[in-house]
């Protein structure tokens, strides 16, 4: 299977979790505290988007279904499907000046908008530095640049303070394994995850390459002899879990990993590392650096 094939394969089998995960409860919009900006009415499509506005202090009339918590300040706002396929007719009715998703959901979303002559908004969340970036834009669009910017802040705070405490250690090789009921791929240092592991002190084994993620072969990754695994999931957690348990377990080889045999494989809690960008960001290179420097 070539890479790109791989990469579809994922995003495909992806769509399917997140449509068994996510809910159909729906509610009305009434926010008590108006902090909408003059005119505006904003859609946000995602999960991460949204808690993106509410950090920026943004009223939103429209938000995802999902099996995640969102933010109180959306608790009576209409929810308009999941991500990945929305509810086009309750989008209209909402009547939004922006609707927000993300840039890899576009391949799914633009033909369903373009039959309906509706524009859209893709956020780049892809890597940390596409997410300030972004935080920022949304930030100076909004009248939010104070927000935008304490934001930005914090993560570049946490990095320095992980950068001190990594200083003069030997940077730890690492792995990481991305999966969902059935199936899993290698993530590169493009991907999300892998710039998270980056930014916390850790190297990739997987370099060279252009895409987010690879088709495993492990009989080449025990070559590259990592000294952690990560094994990351999204959507339907507790079954990704057991699945590498079983693969770990049936697939001799993986006895043979170093990082198997020193006990430094560890799974990552999807509510903290998700495929894109998120606010939880911070939250996560604190979990990941005790993992690559636990002394």
């Not at 993986?254 to 960008?277: I, P, S």
């Amino acid at each position: 299977m070539n890479m790109r094939k791989a990469r579809n394969l994922f995003y495909i089998l992806l769509a399917t979790v997140v449509l068994a995960g996510c809910s159909s409860q729906k509610g009305t919009s009434s926010n008590e505290e108006n902090t909408e900006p003059a005119g505006e009415r904003i859609v946000a499509t995602t999960v991460a988007l949204t808690e993106i506005m509410d950090a920026l202090e943004i009223d939103l009339v429209g938000i995802p279904s999902s099996y995640k918590d969102l933010p109180k300040r959306y608790t009576d706002v209409q929810e308009v499907g999941n991500p990945m396929s929305p509810d086009m007719e309750m989008l209209l009715s909402l009547k939004p000046t922006e609707i927000l998703s993300v840039t890899t959901l576009k391949y799914d979303l633009q033909e369903m908008f373009d039959e309906r002559d509706i524009d859209m908004t893709y956020v780049n969340l892809e890597s940390i530095d596409a997410m300030h970036s972004e935080i920022l834009h949304l930030g100076e669009k909004y009248d939010r640049e104070k927000q935008a910017k304490a934001i930005v802040d914090q993560f570049e705070e946490k990095v320095a303070e992980i950068d001190k405490l990594s200083e003069g250690k030997a940077q730890p090789t690492v792995l990481i394994l991305l999966g969902i009921p059935g199936s899993y791929l290698v993530a590169t240092e493009h991907s999300y995850i892998g710039d998270l592991v980056k930014r916390s002190g850790g190297k990739n084994v997987i370099t060279g390459e252009k895409v987010e993620f690879l088709s495993s072969n492990t009989e080449y990754l025990q070559q590259a002899k990592p000294d952690i695994i990560l094994r990351a999931s999204h959507g339907m957690p507790e079954q990704v879990i057991q699945m590498f348990d079983d693969e770990f377990k049936s697939n001799d080889v993986w006895q043979h990993f170093e990082a198997v045999k020193n006990d430094r494989v560890y799974d990552l809690d999807e509510l903290l590392f998700g495929t894109t960008g998120s606010l939880a960001a911070v939250e996560a290179l604190g979990v990941l650096q005790k993992m690559l420097y636990p002394n």
